[in-house]
Each structure stands twice: as structure tokens, then as C-alpha cells.
């Protein structure tokens, strides 16, 4: 382990202490099992809506016991737990969606259309009270829904005590007791296939941990393989007038963007996950056609038969994981990002409040913005800001001048992606006393 990483690892320790009182937490409000929530987003550009459509109950919680009502990342949505009784928060979850994406783009100013959405939080042992907020990138709250849940409602589906799909275990944790816990999943993979499926599992996971700071904390990760048979074998792609039946339904030109590859059937995700020890999810698609995506705290979509597989995995899960942005531009013409208001993703900014950013990792000498250099050596090490990320050319800065969530040939994330991923890394394992 480098003096940087080190250092790095150091801090986020210390920032990320947990109290003993907050680690007993688990225990007085919850039981070691999952409550599942599923939930549609509906609406369109100008308004939204949550409803919920389906309580389940998982045997056992894979996530986090401490730190139970914090969140790492801001996200684009939160849900919050209170005690019914009392009124407190007694845990929070941060995520984006698809949905939100969807409603920045044209077709959602002339169609509405509802999204699946499923969440994981801890059984509680009492009635609580269970508030998800979306919010706009302005951070405002633009829907919101708050329903109330009974443990003993009989009519919580039981998920996951029977019919589990096969899994096998590809690396067990130093401490299972906390630890993150990742589920490869299969898609477009037939039965016979799978051979091939364990192979692209073994070279993601290789791939994930050949980048810092994962291969200096890769003892913190749990790793299953979930193998998913699909009746085809590959995944639809619809702009070649290709419908496939795979596993989880996933095709290309999502949003009609080309190499946009998702999948839209959350539930059926998590129902084949159901039983299996999860919490983050990294899907592999059976194709040579490059494409992918990643959304924050739902789950990481790559492509495996191709040269860029490795980079590609890689780069996804800083999305699904660490709630990393793009730091590469595409233009402005769809904003995302505003200059009233600063990205709540740690490795981009709009200056608006950036002495919470990386300001204490910039050199005084180093100017702002930051010109970009022909010095191979300072274009992954030299931290500035320089203009352009977040799919934006103007407005937006990021903090190196090519890093892994910019291009597929870095072989790196950069100083600042590193930080950010120590610290979610840190949130989710920091010892319970």
C-alpha cells in the first residue's frame, strides 16, 4: 500500500468513527432480516409521483449495522425511517434512478411513464413510518411519499426462503460481519454458458481490484456470482430490431441513447437476488456490442466481450458505488448541472461552494481554472480544475485532467475519486464497538 493510500485511508478512518451507542441502534430497532420496498416513480418533466407497490421480507440483512441514519452520498432521492412511536430517524438511504434521469429528456415533455424502483432497508422490529423524497438538480424536492409500515402486516410477501437462485462464492470478506457485499448477476447467459459467466465474474472482480483504492481495502468486499440462466443467449438490442429473453430484460438505446445499456425490470432483479447475500449489484451482459451504465445505489450494467470490458466495469461501479459523476463532456444542451448549485457528486463542481470539494488538494500554485498539459505524467496527478465534466463543456469542472471516470484508457481513478471512494468505502465497513 502506497504513503498516499495510506494517508488517504487514515483520514476517512478517522472522519468515519463510529460511537458505541449508534452501533447498539441496530439492535433495538431492527431484526437481522430485509425489508424490501417497491415502489413506482411516475410522471413526467413537469411533474412526478411516488407509489408503492409491494412490501417483502427477506431473511437476512446484508448492509450496514452502524451509522444507520446517515448516508454517504446525497443522491437524487433519500428514504427515511422513523420510529412511529417517537418520531426519530432510525435509518436513511440515498440513491438515484432511472426515472430521473428519464425526465430531464425530450420524451419526457410530451410522455409520462412510470418506473420500478426496489429498495433494501433492515426489518424493523416496530412500526415506522417510511418517507422517499426525489429531488430536481437544484436539490428540491419535486415528489414525496410517506407511508406507514407494520412488521406483523401479513400481507409482507416472504422472498428468498425457497427457490433461491444458485450462486457461487467468488471471495469471502476478511469480516462478514461488516462488510460490503457484491452480487454479480448473469445476463443473456443460457445454462450452458455459465462457465463463460464465472470466467467475465472472476475478470471484473480481478479488474475491479487491480484499481486503488479497492486493492488496498479489498478484504472489506463479500463477492457472489449469481448465475441466472436467460432462454437467450445475448442481450435485445432495438435499434437492430433485436428482442431477446434474458433474465432481466435488459436492452441497449435506453433513452434512445445507443450504447446506453439498462435494464428497466427492477423487480425481477431483485427477485432472482432474493435469498442471495447482497446489497450492491454489478450485472454482466452477454454481448460483444459495447455499452453499459451505472446508477447510484441501484446497480452497475456492463458489456463483457469486448476490449473495453475491464475499464468499462470499472468505471460503472464508480457510478453505482460511489456515487461518482462523468467527468467527461457532451455538450450543453441538455444541463444537468446549474451554477446556483453545487453537484452533490464528490469529483465534480460548479465552484458554487467548492471549499467542500477538493479546494484543500489543490496546490496554491496551481492556477483556476486549471489549463490542461501535454505532460503525460501531470494529466492523472496534477489536481486542479479543469473545465469541462458531467457531460458539460462549460460551467462544470473536474478535478484532473484524465481519470478514469473521464476515459476508458486511464489506467487510474484520480486523487480526489480515490478520497471519495475511501470515504463510502469507510461508511459502510467502519468497525462497530
Known amino acids: 500500500m502506497n504513503i498516499v493510500m495510506k494517508k488517504l485511508i487514515a483520514i476517512a478512518c478517522l472522519a468515519l468513527t463510529i460511537s458505541t451507542a449508534r452501533a447498539i441502534e441496530f439492535d433495538q430497532y431492527f431484526t437481522d432480516a430485509t425489508l424490501r420496498l417497491d415502489y413506482a416513480f411516475a410522471g413526467d418533466a413537469g411533474k412526478q409521483g411516488i407509489y408503492l407497490d409491494q412490501l417483502s421480507r427477506l431473511p437476512k440483512w446484508w448492509g450496514r449495522r452502524a451509522r444507520l441514519d446517515e448516508v454517504p452520498v446525497a443522491g437524487d432521492g433519500t428514504i427515511t425511517m422513523r420510529d412511529h412511536k417517537s418520531g426519530k430517524v432510525i435509518y436513511m438511504h440515498s440513491f438515484s434512478s432511472l426515472f430521473q434521469e428519464w425526465i430531464s429528456t425530450a420524451e419526457a415533455k410530451v410522455v409520462r411513464k412510470s418506473m420500478e424502483n426496489v429498495f433494501l432497508v433492515p426489518m424493523p422490529r416496530d412500526t415506522v413510518d417510511i418517507t422517499v423524497e426525489l429531488r430536481d438538480p437544484h436539490h428540491r424536492v419535486t415528489a414525496m411519499l410517506t407511508h406507514r409500515v407494520a412488521p406483523d402486516d401479513i400481507l409482507i410477501a416472504r422472498l428468498g426462503e425457497r427457490d ?36 467475465h465474474c472472476h475478470e471484473a472482480m480481478e479488474a475491479l481490484f487491480s484499481h486503488e483504492p479497492f486493492r488496498s481495502l479489498r478484504g472489506r468486499f463479500h ?177 484532473v485532467q484524465e481519470c478514469r471516470m473521464r476515459t476508458n484508457v486511464v489506467p487510474e481513478f484520480c486523487p480526489v475519486c480515490r478520497r471519495a471512494i475511501v470515504r463510502v468505502i469507510d461508511f459502510y465497513t467502519a468497525p462497530i464497538h
Open 164 to 199: 433461491v437462485t444458485p450462486y457461487v462464492t467468488l471471495q469471502q470478506a476478511d469480516d462478514t460481519t461488516r462488510c460490503i457485499h457484491i452480487a454479480y448477476v448473469a445476463e443473456g447467459y443460457t445454462e450452458h454458458e455459465m462457465p463463460q459467466f464465472i470466467e
Open 223 to 399: 463477492i457472489v456470482a449469481v448465475t441466472s440462466p436467460s432462454r437467450d443467449s445475448g442481450v435485445s438490442d432495438p435499434g437492430a430490431g433485436l428482442w431477446l429473453n434474458t433474465a432481466l430484460g435488459s436492452h441497449f438505446d435506453t433513452f434512445y441513447s445507443k450504447r446506453y445499456l439498462t435494464t428497466l425490470h427492477l423487480k425481477q432483479l431483485h427477485n432472482v437476488l432474493a435469498g442471495v447475500p447482497y446489497e450492491h449489484i454489478i450485472i454482466l451482459a452477454n454481448t460483444e456490442h459495447y455499452g453499459g451504465g451505472g446508477i447510484y445505489n441501484s446497480y452497475n450494467l456492463s458489456y463483457t466481450r469486448g476490449k473495453h470490458f475491464r475499464p468499462v466495469v470499472v468505471h460503472e461501479f464508480g457510478h453505482s458505488f460511489a456515487g461518482l459523476a462523468d467527468e467527461y463532456p457532451y455538450g450543453n444542451d441538455d444541463a444537468r448541472y446549474f451554477s446556483d448549485v453545487e453537484p452533490w457528486e464528490a469529483n465534480i463542481t460548479t465552484m458554487h461552494d467548492f471549499t467542500r470539494k477538493w479546494d484543500d488538494m489543490i496546490d496554491p500554485s496551481t492556477p483556476r481554472p486549471t489549463p490542461e498539459n501535454t505532460d503525460s505524467t501531470l494529466m492523472t496527478s496534477r489536481v486542479g480544475l479543469f473545465e469541462g465534466g458531467g457531460c458539460m463543456e462549460k460551467g462544470v469542472y473536474r478535478p
